[in-house]
Structures are given as structure tokens and as C-alpha cells.
């Protein structure tokens, strides 16, 4: 198993395909690979190259999954349908990804603007 990276971000940055989930409250939640610590509990929402005037609550952050322990409810909480769909997605944004890699779950919520 390799070393997980650890990061400190100052933002929520997605694909533009989330921004109409996350608008919506379907996507609560988002996985990262390694371990990824807001700076914040209150960060700007990016989509692409557009930042909301909303920005993301930070309710909860889990550090104790690896890729392989991702679970259904994971998937639903960040938006998906089911657990293959999510891992599927993760693998375009992480190709290297293995079922061993550290993964933080960053659970948030909308705040309105």
C-alpha cells in the first residue's frame, strides 16, 4: 500500500456535471482521495472555473475508509445511484486509484448565499 498524500484545501472543487446535484441536495458528501483537510468549516463551492456565491458547510470529514471499503450509503450520500457507479467515477478522476488507498469522506452541507 502506498503512502497516503495528505492535503489542506481552501475550497470544494468539483466537475461541472455535480454543480445541479449538490445544488439540489442529492450530493451531501464527496470523496477524495488521501487525506484531505479543510482549512475551514465554511469553504466557497467551485464547479469548474465558477465559484457560487453559496459555500459548503464542512459537517463531518472520515478519514477511516480505504477505496474497498466504500459502501452504498457512501454512493448515495455523494450523489450516485449505487456503489459501482461511484467507484466507477472515482477511477476517471483517480485511474491510479487501488483498493487499498486512504480515501476522506467530506460530508457538507449548503449554505444558502
Given amino acids: 500500500m502506498r503512502k497516503a498524500k495528505t492535503e489542506i484545501i481552501d475550497h470544494l472543487h468539483f466537475h461541472e456535471k455535480y454543480l445541479e446535484l ?3 441536495h442529492q450530493k451531501t458528501s464527496t470523496i477524495r482521495l488521501g487525506y484531505v483537510l479543510p482549512n475551514a468549516i465554511q ?9 457560487l456565491p453559496e459555500k459548503a458547510q464542512i459537517e463531518k470529514l472520515d478519514f477511516t475508509k480505504s477505496f474497498a471499503d466504500l459502501t452504498e450509503a457512501d454512493a448515495l450520500t455523494d450523489g ?14 483517480y485511474p491510479d486509484i487501488t483498493a487499498e488507498d486512504r480515501c476522506t469522506i467530506i460530508y457538507f452541507k449548503l449554505l444558502p448565499a
Fill in 80 to 93: 450516485f445511484e449505487n456503489l459501482e457507479t461511484l467507484r466507477a467515477d472515482l477511477k476517471v478522476f
Fill in 43 to 51: 469553504l466557497p463551492l467551485v464547479f469548474g472555473d465558477m465559484t
Fill in 22 to 24: 449538490v445544488c439540489q
